[in-house]
């Protein structure tokens, strides 16, 4: 599957947290005027998803911006991800590897893998239509807690500064 195929660029708004079971989720958009939906992502990977939101810089590289160097070490590059089916709770997705002859690659992996990989990269986040459809169908109640919502207004801002580079 590729864009040609109907696959809708998102932008990730923020990071929340489902308050029945403690599970974050990120929050995608297509487009300002279109309605968000959550996707639902692993736990040890939320706070690395977070930091990126946040512009956070750490004394080390956590394992997704490691990977991000090693690969480009090697000559390559993350061209996109591709968030390509549900299966059960969760969503599957493909890392789009562009080598240095400019063969592309795709490789299977986790929603929370790729989308941490994608901000950390700065590439865009690619979702099938019929994802979207389902991820929008799974209404939560109560609705998620944005945790960020009590920051004070100088980190709200750099979240929502952060959020928006993806509006382009």
Known sequence: MDRESGFVAVQIIALAIDPLDGAPHV??????EQPAFAIPVGLSDAPAIRAELLGIDLDRPLAHQLTVSLVQA???????????????????????????????SLHDGRASDAVAL????????????????????????PPLEWPDADLPDSRRDRMVASASKWRG
């Open 118 to 141: 994608a901000l950390c990269a700065k590439v865009p986040i690619w979702v099938a239509p019929h994802v979207i459809r389902d991820l929008s169908m799974r209404h939560l109640d």
């Open 27 to 32: 929050i995608a958009q297509p487009h300002p």
């Open 74 to 104: 090697a000559g390559a590059s993350i061209d996109c991800v591709e968030l390509v089916a549900i299966d059960g709770a969760r969503v599957l997705a493909s890392i789009c590897v562009r080598a240095a002859d400019g063969t592309i």
